[in-house]
């Protein structure tokens, strides 16, 4: 990629557009377009999806996707993405689904690729790890 900088504020045009805030439509668009998609394809939070992949898919350019996740939704995408696939592990757990599953094929069931990804994450999001949890349940 070839960086151009603007003379006035030697600031990359990358940088500029990132520095532009969006507006409540293109935020709310995008929000729209993203819970619209998470309706069609609720399991595309359990592929290995990139930001890139997802933009495309929901037709928004990727720093306008990055901008809305770290400031409209608060979180990284990173974050976001494994906040839901933890949201969903644990609607399976309740559902009894660890019967049939370890822990970590459920969690990889889910869409977490490494057992260390899912146990920071759970650790993040839930407070305790996935044994404290389901010993208190």
């Keep these: ?57 929901l037709e928004v350019p990727k720093y306008k996707l990055s901008i809305f996740f770290s400031r409209d939704m608060l979180t990284p995408y990173k974050d976001w993405l494994n906040k839901r696939r933890l949201d969903l592990f644990l609607i399976q757990l309740e559902a009894g689904t660890l019967k049939r599953y370890s822990i970590m094929g459920l969690a990889t069931r889910c869409g977490f690729q490494t057992k260390s990804n899912f146990y920071s994450s759970f650790k993040k999001f839930c407070g305790c790890s996935p044994f404290e949890y389901i010993e208190n349940v």
């Excluded at 935020?27 to 890139?52: C, G, M, T």
């Design 1 to 57: 990629m070839i960086v151009v900088r603007n003379p006035a504020t030697n600031l990359s045009e990358e940088f500029q557009k990132w520095k532009q805030p969006l507006t409540y439509e293109e935020s709310n668009a995008i929000k729209v377009k993203l819970n619209e998609y998470l309706d069609i394809d609720p399991e595309i939070i359990q592929r290995d999806i990139k930001i890139q992949e997802l933009a495309d898919l």
